[in-house]
């Protein structure tokens, strides 16, 4: 067997692939959704470059693919036009193929042109992030691999890899606007999949977002909990973080 660093019990491996995956999730929805997409919060440069670097090492998502395509789902969300809705997709498409349709919009240059604005432009942006976006999950299957070995090092990267397809691209993109409870009537089929937003960083509270989207807080209702918009005050306490915008309380401007 290969040299490798450490061998850890069962529940070892479980716990360093949820660490890295919520980190993931966090900077996903912190950095990619809020603070980028909507501009709902600004992030220090330290906080926001490591969150880019993150997901470049762990995804290799592209921020202005990312963002561009989120907010032209907002645009169309559950018409025609949407990149990514089950009601044209079909949930379990959505669900199982749901990187396979975000991928399609994400290549498309009229998409970057018109929603991408904004987005880091700066020299490592250009010349290191997007043409060698695959480069850092290349690096990081390397940091598994010495870490645990061949075996356990290729199957906590395979996890890695499908975390966020599966649940942003197919459980949140898919299932929120196909289940879930609502708290606001809105123009599109956006739902709550669950009151307490503790996995899926806050984003599991679909419906309240899209009634507020630039609110860097998801939760509306008192019992409703969003572990991102926890994870931003901690950022503010620490002034690493700024919040522009917050929505009102539920009831107050719905009455």
Known sequence: ML????????????????????ITIACVTIYL???????????????SHFM??????????????????HRKHHAYADRERDPHSPL???????????AVVYSKAANDQETLNKYGKGCPDDWIERRFYTPLKNL????????????FGPLIGAAMWVVQMAWIPFWAAGVINGAAHYIGYINYKVKDNSRNLVPWGLFIGGE???????????????AARRWEID????????????RLAKVRMVAPKYGAAES
């Open 3 to 22: 040299p490798h660093f450490f061998d850890l019990p069962w529940w070892g491996y479980v716990l360093y692939g949820l660490v890295l995956t919520q």
């Open 33 to 47: 959704h809020r603070a980028i997409a909507h501009e709902s919060v600004s992030l220090h440069p330290i906080v």
């Open 52 to 69: 880019r670097f993150w997901l470049w090492l762990t995804t290799g998502m592209n921020t202005k693919e990312w963002v561009a395509t």
């Open 88 to 98: 044209n997709e079909g949930i379990w498409r959505m669900l199982f193929l749901g």
């Open 136 to 147: 850092g999950i290349i690096i990081m299957l390397g940091i598994n691999v010495a870490l």
């Open 204 to 218: 599991e509270l679909h419906n309240n977002h899209h009634r507020y989207l630039s609110s860097a807080r998801f």
């Open 227 to 238: 572990i991102g918009w926890i994870y931003i005050r901690v950022l503010s306490w620490l």
